[in-house]
């Protein structure tokens, strides 16, 4: 099939893919640093608060996303690829939605059930709704822990897979996503 023809992602599923992509690995790197500020002192409130606002807006934008997903359908993948590899690439999209969304969502649970709540941008304060437990916060800790590590896996796994389609299979799938269309080696 010519390139021309070959089915694209649309403007807006880049413009979301993109600016979600940046804004979680500036979000990742904030919380490395958190880890960084001690303990007890204003600063780590100030920080901690800035990253949960942060973390929330992120949120909307990739529920966002997920709305313009479930409303849209991506182009099909040229048929050159193995059907296994097709699936493959469905299922680790779904995942990759799955920790986008637990991501936030453990963050805000975690929050609600620490006396401290929220403070939005260290402006207004959102009032915990659940009680004030280290047991329950401990869990939503963790589930936000261990999902970081699993979605930087996964998307480690999907940058490589990006990179293989462009440098070893030279196909259009890396170019779909991008707004310039790369030249295809054939
Ligand atoms: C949107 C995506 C988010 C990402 C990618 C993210 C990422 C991270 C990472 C990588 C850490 C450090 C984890 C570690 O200790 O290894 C962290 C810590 C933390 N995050 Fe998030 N976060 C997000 C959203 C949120 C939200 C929405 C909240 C709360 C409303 C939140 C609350 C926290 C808190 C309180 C910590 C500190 C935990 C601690 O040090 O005990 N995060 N986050
Ligand atoms: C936090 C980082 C990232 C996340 C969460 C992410 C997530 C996703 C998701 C969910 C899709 C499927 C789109 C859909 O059909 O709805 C996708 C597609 C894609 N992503 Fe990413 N992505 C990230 C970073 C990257 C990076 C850094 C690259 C390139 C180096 C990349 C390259 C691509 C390409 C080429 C596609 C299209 C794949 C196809 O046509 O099937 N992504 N990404």
Redesign the pocket.
């Known amino acids: 099939m010519d390139m021309d023809m070959e089915a694209r992602?649309t403007r807006t599923?880049m413009l979301l893919?993109?600016l979600?992509?940046?804004l979680?690995?500036g979000q990742?790197a904030f919380g490395w640093y958190l880890q960084d500020i001690a303990r007890g002192t204003p600063a780590r409130g100030y920080f901690v608060n800035l990253h949960k606002s942060c973390g929330l807006l992120i949120g909307l934008l990739i529920l966002v996303?997920l709305g313009w997903?479930l409303s849209h359908t991506?182009?099909a993948?040229p048929d050159t690829i193995p059907t296994w590899q097709q699936q493959a690439?469905l299922a680790?999209?779904y995942l990759?939605?799955v920790?986008?969304l637990v991501m936030p969502l453990s963050g805000y649970m975690a929050s609600n059930f620490s006396r401290f709540g929220i403070k939005f941008f260290n402006v207004i304060q959102f009032a915990p709704w659940g009680i004030d437990s280290k047991l329950v916060y401990g869990i939503f800790n963790q589930t936000h822990i261990v999902t970081s590590w699993l979605?930087l896996a996964?998307?480690t796994v999907?940058?490589l897979?990006?990179?293989k389609?462009?440098l070893v299979d030279h196909d259009s799938?890396?170019?779909?996503?991008?707004p310039q269309r790369l030249p295809v080696r054939r």
């Open positions: 992602y599923a893919h993109w979600v992509a940046l979680l690995l990742f996303r997903r991506p182009p993948l690439a680790s999209h990759l939605y920790l986008m979605l996964l998307v999907h940058v897979a990006a990179i389609h462009l799938v890396f170019s779909r996503m991008l």
